[in-house]
Each structure stands twice: as structure tokens, then as C-alpha cells.
């Protein structure tokens, strides 16, 4: 740095902005006081979050996804698909050592008798916790939960009925899906049950078996093939 000495005006002025000014002469900054946010005050950006993983020079925006939500109700009071009520204990069968009954809904002798037959989707109807309308008809019920086309046919012939029903409305039997090794052999069971009910009663309707939840739809969708193919053919021969 050179000497100092006899200078104009000018030279005293740019040394003097040269020199570093002592901190005291300094003036001090305060500090930003906080302000209340307003609603005539738009609402603070937020910064793009960067990617979690990947460079440390990566800038790109992150697509975040939410946390996962737990159940809005507990999972005790779900019911899945709908509601059951509590099983009751009935009596096992002679014949296939499966849970079986019969039920007289409505009995009247002057109207005609219809019977309904299937496995466990017709339990809410035979305890009472489904009631059927009322209608012209005397009503019975033959429920025998879990059992197959091949068993639904020995509690028809092993039930006793006050009489010859005038129709018999069949629900075709899901359990086959399980209790057959293949659809054929489902199907050949099924139509010895048909044969039997028609023996009985020349009216009979086949109502197709409601979904299973457990098992695959094309599973399913062969099998109600397979029904709709047999019962087609019994209906030529009757």
C-alpha cells in the first residue's frame, strides 16, 4: 500500500472509502419482527420436494403419495359382502352325516305345495331370520349346508314330505366346485339330482348358485355352464 501523504480532495476521498470502517460505526440491521398472516395476504409457495433417491444434483419434483388410510370401521364390525346371522345348531343326517332340515313354512292343504332345496344360502330362510312374503302357496324348505348335487339328491329322497310337492324350485348346488375333481363329473351328479327331483314333481325350477368370494369367476363361470348344459338335456328328455 503506499505512503500517505499530501493529496487533493479527491485522493482523501477514495482513501477514505479504502479504509475499513471501525464495526462500531457500523449501523445495526433489526431483526424481521413476525407478522400475522392476513386473509388479503396470498398464501406461501412451497418448494417442489426434491426426489427422495437418486443424485444429489437431481432437481426433479417428487410425486408423493399419501399414507395409507386405516379402515374407517374396526375390522370386528365388517360383515364383508353383507351380514350373516349366527349359526344355529341343527341335527345331522342319517344319510350324509351333514347338518340337514326341513321346514314347514306356511302349511296349507288347500293350497298347492311348493318346496325349495339347496344347501346353506337357504339357512336364513329355514331358522326365520329371513321371512318369505305371502302368497298363495304352502311353503317347505329342505336346507342341508355344504353338501353337493350327490348328497342334495340322498336328503331328497331320505326327507319326508306331508305330500306331493306341485313344484319343487331347486338352487343349483356351489359345493361342487370343491367336492368334484372335475366339472363333468359335477355335471353327471347334478343331473342324477334332477332325475330324482323329477320323479317327484313334474314342475321343477333351477335357480343358478350366487357367487362365491373364494373361488376364481371362471371356476364358476364353467361350472354354471356345465348346470345350464345338463339341465337343458333334462328338460328334452322330460
Not at 47 to 74: H, I, N, W, Y
Not at 188 to 212: E, K, Q, W
Amino acid at each position: 500500500m503506499p505512503r500517505r501523504g499530501r493529496r487533493s480532495e479527491a485522493a482523501k476521498i477514495r482513501w477514505r472509502r479504502m479504509d475499513p470502517e471501525p464495526d462500531i460505526a457500523k449501523p445495526t440491521t433489526p431483526q424481521p419482527t413476525p407478522q400475522a398472516w392476513s386473509p388479503t395476504q396470498s398464501p406461501e409457495k412451497k418448494k417442489p420436494l426434491l426426489m427422495a433417491f437418486g443424485p444429489p444434483d437431481q432437481t426433479c419434483p417428487m410425486v408423493c403419495q399419501e399414507e395409507p388410510r386405516g379402515p374407517s370401521t374396526p375390522l370386528g364390525s365388517r360383515q364383508g359382502t353383507g351380514y350373516r346371522h349366527r349359526v344355529m345348531q341343527w341335527g345331522y343326517s342319517r344319510v350324509t352325516r351333514r347338518r340337514r332340515k326341513f321346514v314347514l313354512l306356511a302349511e296349507a292343504p288347500e293350497k298347492k305345495f311348493a318346496l325349495l332345496v339347496g344347501d346353506s344360502h337357504l339357512r336364513a330362510i329355514v331358522d326365520g331370520f329371513v321371512t318369505m312374503p305371502g302368497s298363495t302357496l304352502s311353503l317347505g324348505v329342505l336346507s342341508s349346508p355344504g353338501a353337493s348335487a350327490d348328497e342334495l339328491r340322498r336328503e331328497v329322497l331320505d326327507v319326508v314330505l306331508p305330500r306331493t310337492p306341485d313344484v319343487i324350485c331347486l338352487l343349483a348346488p356351489s359345493n361342487n366346485l370343491s367336492s368334484s375333481t372335475t366339472f363333468q363329473e359335477a355335471g353327471r351328479d347334478f343331473d342324477s339330482l334332477l332325475h330324482t327331483i323329477s320323479n317327484l314333481c313334474a314342475n321343477v325350477i333351477v335357480l343358478d348358485f350366487p357367487p362365491r368370494l373364494i373361488v376364481e369367476e371362471r371356476e364358476q363361470a364353467l361350472l354354471r355352464q356345465e348346470y345350464s348344459r345338463v339341465a337343458a338335456n333334462r328338460s328334452k328328455c322330460c
